[in-house]
T-cell receptor
Framework: RKEVEQDPGPFNVPEGATVAFNCTYSNSASQSFFWYRQDCRKEPKLLMSVYSSGNEDGRFTAQLNRASQYISLLIRDSKLSDSATYLCVVFTGGGNKLTFGTGTQLKVEL | DAGVTQSPTHLIKTRGQQVTLRCSPKSGHDTVSWYQQALGQGPQFIFQYYEEEERQRGNFPDRFSGHQFPNYSSELNVNALLLGDSALYLC??????????????FGPGTRLTVT
C-alpha cells in the first residue's frame, strides 16, 4: 500500500463548479498534512496546510480526519486558473521528510 | 532574495553515463532535500543533507549519491544511468531541522532525459 493515496484523475469541471479531492495516508504517526499545487512542468508550491479543525483560504477548504487517516480539499467556484495538479503531502517527523501522493489533475473548462 | 536555484535546467544523457545536478538553497536555509518526479507521479524523496551530511535517505539505490558544501549548496550525482532515471529532479530547501521547521521551498527542477 502506498503511503499516500489520492483520487485518480483527471477531473474535468466547468468554470464555477465545486470540486473535491480526497487523500488517505497509511502512517498513523504522520504529523502534518498539506496540499501542494503543481502547474505543468513547474515545481510544486504550497497551497495550504491541513488541520483537524478544518481550515479555509478563500475558495479553498481543507479537512483532516486523523481517525480515518483521510484528508480532503474542496475548491468552490472553480476558475480556469485553478487548472493544475494537486498533490496531497504528509510530513513525518524525524527530519523534514515529505511524502507526496501521485497527484490529481484538475482541468477547469469554459 | 533569491529562491532555490537549480542547474542545469535540462540535460540529455546516454545510458551508462554519470550526471551531476546542482542546487543552491534559499537564503537563510541550511537543509537541502532532493526528490525525483517521474512523469505522472508525485515527487519521491531521494535524500536530505544537513551540516554536510546525509541525514535521511529514501528508497533509492547507491547509484544516487550527494554532497553538501559549506555554503549549503548541494549536488546530486547519479552513476550508471538507466532509462528509468529520466525524470524531473527537484531540490527543496528548508531551515532548522532541529527546530522542526518543516516548510520546504522547491527549485524549478532539472529535467533529465536518458536515451
Amino acid at each position: 500500500r502506498k503511503e499516500v493515496e489520492q483520487d485518480p484523475g483527471p477531473f474535468n469541471v466547468p468554470e464555477g463548479a465545486t470540486v473535491a479531492f480526497n487523500c488517505t495516508y497509511s502512517n498513523s504517526a504522520s504529523q502534518s498534512f498539506f496540499w501542494y499545487r503543481q502547474d505543468c512542468r513547474k515545481e510544486p508550491k504550497l497551497l495550504m496546510s491541513v488541520y483537524s479543525s478544518g481550515n479555509e483560504d478563500g475558495r479553498f477548504t481543507a479537512q483532516l480526519n486523523r481517525a480515518s487517516q483521510y484528508i480532503s480539499l474542496l475548491i468552490r467556484d472553480s476558475k480556469l486558473s485553478d487548472s493544475a495538479t494537486y498533490l496531497c503531502v504528509v510530513f513525518t517527523g524525524g527530519g523534514n521528510k515529505l511524502t507526496f501522493g501521485t497527484g490529481t489533475q484538475l482541468k477547469v473548462e469554459l | 532574495d533569491a529562491g532555490v536555484t537549480q542547474s542545469p535546467t535540462h540535460l540529455i544523457k546516454t545510458r551508462g553515463q554519470q550526471v551531476t545536478l546542482r542546487c543552491s538553497p534559499k537564503s537563510g536555509h541550511d537543509t537541502v532535500s532532493w526528490y525525483q518526479q517521474a512523469l505522472g507521479q508525485g515527487p519521491q524523496f531521494i535524500f536530505q543533507y544537513y551540516e554536510e551530511e546525509e541525514r535521511q535517505r529514501g528508497n533509492f539505490p547507491d547509484r544516487f549519491s550527494g554532497h553538501q558544501f559549506p555554503n549549503y549548496s548541494s549536488e546530486l550525482n547519479v552513476n550508471a544511468l538507466l532509462l528509468g532515471d529520466s525524470a524531473l529532479y527537484l531540490c527543496a530547501s528548508s531551515s532548522g531541522v532541529l527546530a522542526g521547521d518543516w516548510e520546504q521551498y522547491f527549485g524549478p527542477g532539472t529535467r533529465l532525459t536518458v536515451t
